[in-house]
């Protein structure tokens, strides 16, 4: 009998950094871990994880929660009231990718902005503030993202963020950091973790993303501002118990799965460059991380595209009209890129 294993070697997956599983030895410090109820907050695996989380971003507290989403909008929540507006990119993820949440639990209306990549400037949010006026919402808050998803992984200057923070601080508005890929942004720019809890006022941390974790963001802010937010998190339903077998997960994956992360920017570039020699590549977005958006030539139907790779045991995802996004992560080696390389070689356009 031939083996299986030749004919049909393991997909690989580049639709997100989302598709990791853990480790046998992440699965072994979940299993070790002490726990309790951590709604009594007596889960001694989920305070360490918060603590140090906190610690990294030089904030005081932290709050774990099942995803970035519920992260995210819990911040929102508690940073606004009814009447309240929120300034963010046009394209960011707690705009176009959280359900419409920012209306539905917080009851705030958006300011969507234009940015360049996904990054917006001082002046830019500065025009938007709303100045003060029966007729209009309140501005309450700045959301960034860094990196930036819809971007393609695209990271803030320092200069830029302390240029924004210095203007909020000014205006007496909440700035929120949606940071699912912080870490990616550290390993490229050099940026120190502990310097962000200066600029920020609260932090969204994601430990399902390339740290490899199957659960779990953290919220980081002031002690006060955690407290409130964890009586939001109860409300969402959000209050687990021995989530110290989650917690573990993310413990490792900060000590174990950080400076790897350049590992998958430097494949990331690798399958860029490959793309930029292809006929039906019309444009690829220089990688700055481990996200890669491109577009096909109209001539090339994106689902055709997306379908021969299939065939070849790749998946990828479709991002708007001919546009398609890779990511690299822990589950994809340098074997890995080697084959994406030959079937984007070998594509029939
Ligand atoms: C994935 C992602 C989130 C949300 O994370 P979930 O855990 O999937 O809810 C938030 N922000 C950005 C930028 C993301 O890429």
Redesign the pocket.
């Known amino acids: 009998m031939t083996t299986t294993a030749a004919a049909n070697p393991p997909i690989i997956d580049l639709r997100?950094d989302?598709v990791t599983r853990p480790t046998p030895a992440m699965l072994a410090a979940m299993q070790a871990a002490p726990v309790g109820d951590d709604v009594y907050e007596e889960d001694p695996t989920m305070r360490a994880l918060e603590e140090a989380a906190a610690a990294r971003f030089g904030l005081a507290a932290g709050l774990f929660c099942?995803?970035?989403?519920?992260t995210?909008q819990i911040a929102i929540k508690a940073h606004t009231e009814p009447l309240s507006e929120v300034i963010c990119e046009q394209t960011?993820?707690?705009y176009l990718?959280?359900v419409g949440g920012i209306a539905f639990h917080s009851g705030a209306s958006v300011a969507l902005l234009p940015g360049q990549r996904g990054r917006l400037t001082a002046a830019q949010i500065e025009a938007a503030i709303r100045p003060e006026n029966v007729h209009y919402p309140t501005t309450r808050l700045v959301c960034l993202?860094n990196?930036?998803?819809r971007g393609g992984g695209s990271c803030y200057a320092w200069d830029d963020l302390q240029q924004i923070a210095t203007l909020t601080k000014r205006e007496g508005l909440a700035l929120h950091l949606?940071g699912?890929?912080i870490f990616n942004a550290l390993v490229v720019t050099g940026q120190r973790s502990e310097d962000y809890g200066q600029l920020f006022d609260s932090i969204?941390v994601?430990f399902?993303?390339g740290l490899g974790a199957p659960v779990?963001?953290v919220l980081l802010g002031s002690a006060a501002f955690i407290r409130k937010c964890r009586r939001i998190r109860k409300v969402m339903g959000g209050g687990m118990r021995q989530a110290g077998y989650l917690a573990a997960a993310g413990i490792y994956a900060l000590e174990n799965n950080i400076e790897r992360l350049a590992d998958d920017h430097r494949r990331a570039a690798q399958l860029a460059d490959m793309l930029q020699q292809q006929a039906y590549v019309a444009e690829v977005l220089a990688p700055e991380t481990n996200l890669i958006m491109f577009r096909l030539h109209d001539y090339v139907p994106a689902a055709d595209f997306l379908a021969y790779l299939e065939q070849q045991g790749i998946r990828a995802s479709s991002f708007g009209p001919q546009w398609i996004r890779f990511v690299t992560h822990l589950d994809v080696d340098d074997a890995g890129v080697e084959r994406v390389q030959q079937a984007l070689a070998a594509a029939p356009y």
């Open positions: 997100s989302t099942p995803s970035g989403t519920m995210n960011a993820h707690v990718w959280e993202e990196t930036h998803n949606d699912a890929r969204s994601c399902s993303k779990g963001s």
